[in-house]
């Protein structure tokens, strides 16, 4: 044990970590903002406004998952960057023609969307989710690119820039009394901010690269990566609806308040992990795709440092939370957010396991394992349902249905942890690699 808590002490001090930093420093500033903001939003907009920012929310993440058919993640892998460009094309096609077609859908049918929802307030802004689905693509293509040339600097300003838009946008147009559309409006610029930092570091250092990009390459390159949209991309589906599933289910089955308890718990919740998981995972993923290619026993052997580090990362504020949500919640945002207090306390389990689990869950496409994510992600789908739905038959509380809900994701995160580390092994020892 002495060993091993040297070896990730020497990890922390190693040029890894300096580069997580880089991320996790342009991210962590961005946050602060975001976290500073949190007491003066729940003053400025209501727990009904927050339920409408849940679903709308719930909506645009689910498709984000997809947007450019999880070519994204393959960007990273090709040694060749023809290829590697070809996929970064092929994907923000991909991205049009999806927030095309989201927003054809919505003009059909949108009316009943918002009544599944009880969200009526949300039906002249849906608009706004195409909109926002393709800057938030187009962004993320552009981070997967500069990612490969690991140029971890210009990845942070955009988060930086991100928060910022998020939210002078939402407390701006609460103190003007703007009303949901002020929280819906700062969600879509915090996904699009950045996103031309990103365009124009790629187009001014790799435009000789892109212009070299065909039809027929761009075939070629589909049918190389054809795993990530064909397993992948359902997997993702799956993925995003375990995670935004109970916000929609949460208004339809309660009422828009209780979704907004949920929304709040989640984003404070979500706060610490998404910083975590950006200064980790984009790093790990850039180290990653290089060891799977030259060095695979290694991978083990970081997978492994990583993890140590993050559980001591993650350790104290799960136990915070656990402790002290239903207490500090009515000081920090006001007395009618008692009840996400415990949510959170509820909430804190599955906290731990994200930190810990979500930096290295890009190792299964790593290793273009999808069909062990898909299987992953539709169990833990069906285990949400279950819950949810057992909760809606039985006439359980929210506060028993965000519990339950809590313990089937920690076990179903510590599954995910194990099946990474299997594939690792596999990889490893395949004769391929020998």
């Given at each position: 044990?002495?060993?091993?808590?040297?070896?990730?002490?020497?990890?922390?001090?190693?040029?890894?970590?300096?580069?997580a930093?880089?991320?996790?420093?342009?991210?962590?500033?961005g946050?602060?903002?975001?976290?500073?903001?949190?007491?003066?939003?729940?003053?400025?907009?209501?727990p009904?406004?927050?339920?409408?920012?849940?679903?709308?929310?719930?909506?645009?993440?689910?498709?984000?998952?997809?947007?450019?058919?999880?070519?994204?993640?393959?960007?990273?892998?090709?040694?060749?960057?023809?290829?590697?460009?070809?996929?970064?094309?092929?994907?923000?096609?991909?991205?049009?023609?999806?927030?095309?077609?989201?927003?054809?859908?919505?003009?059909?049918?949108?009316?009943?969307?918002?009544?599944?929802?009880?969200?009526?307030?949300?039906?002249?802004?849906?608009?706004?989710?195409?909109?926002?689905?393709?800057?938030?693509?187009?962004?993320?293509?552009?981070?997967?690119?500069?990612?490969?040339?690991?140029?971890?600097?210009?990845?942070?300003?955009?988060?930086?820039?991100?928060?910022?838009?998020?939210?002078?946008?939402?407390?701006?147009?609460?103190?003007?009394?703007?009303?949901?559309?002020?929280?819906?409006v700062?969600?879509?610029?915090?996904?699009?901010?950045?996103?031309?930092?990103?365009?124009?570091?790629?187009?001014?250092?790799?435009?000789?690269?892109?212009?070299?990009?065909?039809?027929?390459?761009?075939?070629?390159?589909?049918?190389?990566?054809?795993?990530?949209?064909?397993?992948?991309?359902p997997?993702?589906?799956?993925?995003?609806?375990?995670?935004?599933?109970?916000?929609?289910l949460?208004?339809?089955?309660?009422?828009?308040?209780?979704?907004?308890?949920?929304?709040?718990?989640?984003r404070?919740?979500?706060?610490?992990?998404?910083?975590v998981?950006?200064?980790?995972?984009?790093?790990?993923?850039?180290?990653?795709?290089?060891?799977?290619?030259?060095?695979?026993?290694?991978?083990?052997?970081?997978?492994?440092?990583?993890?140590?580090?993050?559980?001591?990362?993650?350790?104290?504020?799960?136990?915070?939370?656990?402790?002290?949500?239903?207490?500090?919640?009515?000081?920090?945002?006001?007395?009618?957010?008692?009840?996400?207090?415990?949510?959170?306390?509820?909430?804190?389990?599955?906290?731990?396991?994200?930190?810990?689990?979500?930096?290295?869950?890009?190792?299964?496409?790593?290793?273009?394992?999808?069909?062990?994510?898909?299987?992953?992600?539709?169990?833990?789908f069906?285990?949400?349902?279950?819950?949810?739905?057992?909760?809606?038959?039985?006439?359980?509380?929210?506060?028993?249905?965000?519990?339950?809900?809590?313990?089937?994701?920690?076990l179903?995160?510590?599954?995910l942890?194990?099946?990474c580390?299997?594939?690792?092994?596999?990889?490893?020892?395949?004769?391929?690699?020998?």
């Amino acid at each position: 044990m002495i060993g091993y808590l040297r070896e990730i002490w020497s990890f922390v001090k190693g040029r890894f970590a300096r580069d997580a930093a880089t991320v996790g420093g342009g991210a962590a500033f961005g946050q602060l903002l975001v976290v500073a903001s949190s007491p003066i939003l729940t003053r400025l907009y209501t727990p009904e406004e927050f339920g409408v920012l849940a679903v709308f929310a719930a909506i645009v993440g689910t498709l984000f998952a997809v947007l450019a058919g999880r070519y994204e993640l393959a960007i990273p892998l090709p040694e060749s960057d023809r290829l590697a460009a070809s996929v970064t094309v092929l994907g923000f096609g991909i991205v049009l023609l999806i927030s095309a077609g989201t927003g054809l859908v919505l003009f059909l049918w949108g009316g009943s969307l918002v009544k599944l929802t009880n969200t009526p307030t949300l039906e002249p802004y849906l608009w706004l989710i195409p909109v926002g689905l393709l800057g938030a693509g187009g962004y993320k293509v552009f981070n997967y690119w500069v990612i490969r040339r690991k140029e971890y600097a210009v990845v942070a300003r955009t988060k930086v820039t991100q928060n910022v838009a998020r939210v002078a946008s939402q407390v701006g147009m609460g103190v003007g009394g703007a009303g949901a559309v002020g929280l819906l409006v700062g969600q879509v610029l915090g996904r699009v901010g950045g996103i031309g930092s990103l365009a124009a570091y790629t187009f001014r250092h790799d435009w000789s690269v892109l212009r070299t990009v065909t039809i027929r390459r761009m075939r070629y390159a589909a049918r190389r990566y054809k795993r990530f949209p064909f397993l992948s991309g359902p997997s993702g589906l799956l993925n995003k609806g375990a995670l935004k599933l109970p916000e929609l289910l949460f208004a339809s089955l309660f009422a828009a308040n209780v979704a907004g308890w949920l929304s709040l718990a989640q984003r404070v919740i979500s706060l610490p992990t998404w910083l975590v998981s950006q200064a980790i995972q984009q790093v790990y993923l850039g180290e990653a795709s290089d060891l799977a290619r030259d060095d695979p026993e290694e991978l083990g052997s970081l997978y492994l440092k990583v993890s140590g580090f993050l559980a001591i990362v993650g350790i104290l504020p799960a136990l915070g939370l656990w402790g002290l949500g239903s207490t500090l919640f009515p000081i920090i945002f006001g007395e009618g957010w008692v009840e996400a207090g415990y949510y959170t306390e509820y909430l804190s389990l599955t906290f731990f396991a994200q930190i810990v689990v979500n930096p290295l869950s890009m190792t299964l496409n790593v290793l273009e394992r999808q069909e062990l994510q898909l299987v992953w992600d539709a169990l833990r789908f069906v285990m949400v349902i279950l819950i949810l739905g057992g909760g809606s038959v039985t006439n359980m509380s929210a506060r028993t249905t965000v519990a339950l809900f809590s313990g089937g994701l920690f076990l179903t995160y510590l599954l995910l942890w194990f099946l990474c580390l299997y594939a690792i092994r596999v990889h490893a020892f395949s004769p391929e690699m020998k």
